[in-house]
């Protein structure tokens, strides 16, 4: 199966300006990204980078520049794929820091196996993680994207399995969320963290992170 993972060059993970400046942001948005793509080839996937720019340092995987909003990019991919070939498509963003290739497997396996639609929504109602095979069916990353991807597809009579997975489930995009990588991850991006001088902080009773 191709897997695009969406990525942004363009002010990478702003919301964690309040810990990273500009240059650890876009080192720890390209960390996450490897992890995702090692991930997504480990789970038997295809992936290919659909990025907003040139991705620095390249990466072995095709890369797909298309600067258009998440949305239309995404779309404009399905229904290029669509033309050319007869088979499902993933979509797994590039944050998923702790995302495991069993856990992708469970997505892809899905909509092989049963539905039309696999989803994996993320803690706050957004969609983490898509898989397609539906001729109709088309995303909108608005909002909370969860309960649209349900309705689009109730819309084209595609038939859904939802995947409740934490590691799908998680993705980093605040300060909060840093505690999660350290946690679980075991990858480039935790191993980035701990670099930068990141660590655990359960003096409060619940996990943070504190740099030294």
């Known amino acids: 199966m191709e897997v695009l993972v969406p990525f942004s060059t363009d002010r990478p993970k702003s919301r964690l300006s309040s810990v990273l400046d500009p240059a650890e942001r876009a080192a720890f948005a390209r960390a996450m990204l490897a992890d995702v ?35 239309r990019a995404v779309n404009a991919a399905l229904s290029d794929r669509r033309t050319t070939a007869d088979q499902p498509v993933g979509i797994v963003m590039a944050d998923l820091a702790i995302a495991t290739p069993s856990a992708l497997r469970e997505l892809f396996d899905a909509v092989e196996r049963a539905a039309d639609v696999s989803i994996a929504p993320g803690r706050g109602g957004g969609t983490n993680a898509l898989a397609v095979d539906h001729p109709e069916f088309h995303v909108d990353y608005h909002g909370a994207s969860y309960r649209d991807h349900r309705r689009i597809a109730d819309e084209v009579d595609a038939t859904v399995s939802a995947i409740d997975s934490h590691r799908l489930a998680t993705d980093v995009d605040e300060p909060a ?3 999660e990588v350290l946690i679980h991850g075991e990858g480039r991006s935790a191993a980035w963290l701990r670099e930068a001088g990141f660590a655990l902080d359960a003096s409060g009773g619940r996990a943070s992170v504190v740099r030294k």
């Open 37 to 71: 793509l090692d991930a997504v080839n480990a789970a038997g996937g295809e992936p290919r980078v659909l990025a907003t720019g040139p991705v620095e340092p390249e990466t072995e995987c095709p890369v797909e520049v298309d600067d258009r909003p998440l949305t």
């Open 177 to 179: 969320d840093l505690a």
